[in-house]
């Protein structure tokens, strides 16, 4: 499981997520069939190092035995590589990188299914920064189905700030609505009254005014909440380790805020 986050405010975009991934075996030991949890997978993934996009990926991390970060070194190399894919730094835009990301994905899917070894759930991404020439960060997300038909959509396009999180979010969902997914849609068939309810429960974070190194800090401690619930909390760990984070703002582009402690090499996919 994961927490996947993006806080987009008007001076840039944080993205965050921790590092636990969990293997699933049919009779497992552990809740909904977990057999194994690791940490130290990369889910937060700077795609092309010439433009200052980067995503955050949730559900299932992995295609044919292959990580989703392994997997994204292929992905840079085809922007990078000319052709087609080649992005333009000076002329593209974040959904024209989005699709790159959407296409590269739901295609390994697409074989990975013919093979045989479709994956158990579906893969998605939060894909964030700024398109070339623009004033303001965007977010975008992909969701990719277990036969790999993929879908794109914008996220709080027409606000001027948004907090967004993927994954495993029931802590969060706690914490900024006030209640549970399962307690929301309860409360929110109460017509009127259950709807007054839920708007007074709600907890806002971020605002478009709210400096970047703040958004950074929440960021963190959303991340470190989601973390600590899971830890202190019964059941499995299925979030944990420790946690990326990353800013992209219009003067320095991508920066590694928080990275975890892990040898890379100087053309890795998320190199510093």
């Known amino acids: 499981m994961?927490?996947?986050?993006?806080?987009?405010?008007?001076?840039?975009?944080?993205?965050?997520?921790?590092?636990?991934?969990?293997?699933?075996?049919?009779?497992?030991?552990?809740?909904?069939?977990?057999?194994?949890?690791?940490?130290?997978?990369?889910?937060?993934?700077?795609p092309c190092s010439s433009v200052p996009v980067g995503f955050v990926t949730y559900g299932q991390g992995t295609i044919e035995d292959?990580?989703?970060?392994?997997?994204?070194?292929?992905?840079?190399?085809?922007?990078?590589?000319?052709?087609?894919?080649?992005?333009?730094?000076?002329?593209?835009?974040v959904i024209g990188v989005a699709e790159r990301i959407r296409d590269f994905y739901s295609d390994r899917v697409a074989i990975a299914v013919n093979k045989g070894q479709a994956p158990h759930t579906e893969i998605g991404f939060l894909v964030s920064g700024y398109a070339a020439q623009a004033e303001q960060?965007?977010?975008?997300?992909?969701?990719?189905?277990?036969?790999?038909?993929?879908?794109?959509?914008?996220?709080?396009?027409?606000?001027?700030?948004?907090?967004?999180?993927?994954?495993?979010?029931?802590?969060?969902?706690?914490l900024i609505k006030g209640v549970s997914k399962a307690a929301n849609l309860v409360v929110g068939a109460q017509g009127a009254v259950g709807q007054l309810a839920?708007?007074?429960s709600k907890l806002t974070l971020v605002s478009a005014e709210m400096p970047l190194s703040e958004a950074v800090d929440l960021a963190k401690w959303l991340a470190e909440?989601?973390?600590?619930?899971?830890?202190?909390?019964?059941?499995?760990?299925?979030?944990?380790?420790?946690?990326?984070?990353?800013r992209i703002d219009?003067?320095?582009?991508?920066?590694?805020?928080?990275?975890?402690?892990?040898?890379?090499?100087q053309d890795a996919v998320d190199a510093l």
């Open 2 to 46: 994961t927490i996947a986050l993006c806080v987009r405010v008007g001076d840039g975009v944080v993205l965050a997520s921790d590092s636990a991934t969990s293997l699933k075996v049919a009779g497992g030991a552990g809740p909904a069939g977990i057999g194994q949890i690791y940490h130290g997978a990369r889910k937060l993934i700077r």
């Open 66 to 93: 292959q990580s989703i970060a392994s997997l994204a070194v292929g992905l840079r190399q085809r922007p990078e590589g000319g052709g087609d894919w080649e992005i333009d730094p000076q002329a593209y835009t």
């Open 137 to 174: 960060p965007e977010v975008r997300e992909i969701r990719i189905a277990t036969n790999g038909e993929a879908a794109l959509d914008s996220v709080d396009p027409n606000e001027g700030a948004s907090l967004s999180y993927r994954g495993f979010t029931d802590p969060l969902d706690r």
């Open 198 to 200: 839920l708007q007074h």
């Open 225 to 246: 909440v989601a973390r600590g619930a899971m830890h202190f909390g019964p059941g499995a760990e299925i979030i944990g380790g420790e946690i990326d984070i990353a």
């Open 250 to 265: 219009r003067d320095e582009g991508f920066v590694w805020v928080q990275q975890q402690a892990l040898p890379v090499q």
